[in-house]
Nanobody, 120 residues
Framework: QVQLVESGGGLVQPGGSLSLSCAAS???????MTWYRQAPGKEREPVALIDDMSYNPFYADSVKGRFTISRDNDKSMLYLQMNNLQPDDTAVYYC??????????????WGQGTQVTVSS
């Protein structure tokens, strides 16, 4: 069965950094992958996307220049390096296949997410 296990979140001061990891299993790690986040009272939104060969990563405007997405296909791992974190980045972060893949394949599984809190 599909399993997505996110880790690496925590409490950090504004301007700080965190590195998130996601261990994926139960499906071939060949699809475009995405980091999503859900802030309190808001809908879950994609923030960074990477295709199967790590070409042309895509970032939401709100994180562009601060976040870096990467993947290790051999280990079925997805990563998100987050620098210069700001209070607006506070959210639960999730990994999953890209939205278009999710729709095409009917993915419904989500991991537990990892909480990122940016506060002084």
């Amino acid at each position: 069965q599909v399993q997505l296990v996110e880790s690496g979140g925590g409490l950090v001061q504004p301007g700080g950094s965190l590195s998130l990891s996601c261990a994926a299993s139960g499906f071939p790690f060949i699809y475009a992958m995405t980091w999503y986040r859900q802030a309190p009272g808001k809908e879950r939104e994609p923030v960074a996307l990477i295709d199967d060969m790590s070409y042309n990563p895509f970032y939401a405007d709100s994180v562009k220049g601060r976040f870096t997405i990467s993947r290790d296909n051999d280990k079925s791992m997805l990563y998100l390096q987050m620098n210069n974190l700001q209070p607006d980045d506070t959210a639960v972060y999730y990994c999953n296949v890209a939205p278009a893949v999710m729709k095409e394949l009917g993915f419904t599984s989500w991991g537990q997410g990892t909480q990122v809190t940016v506060s002084s």
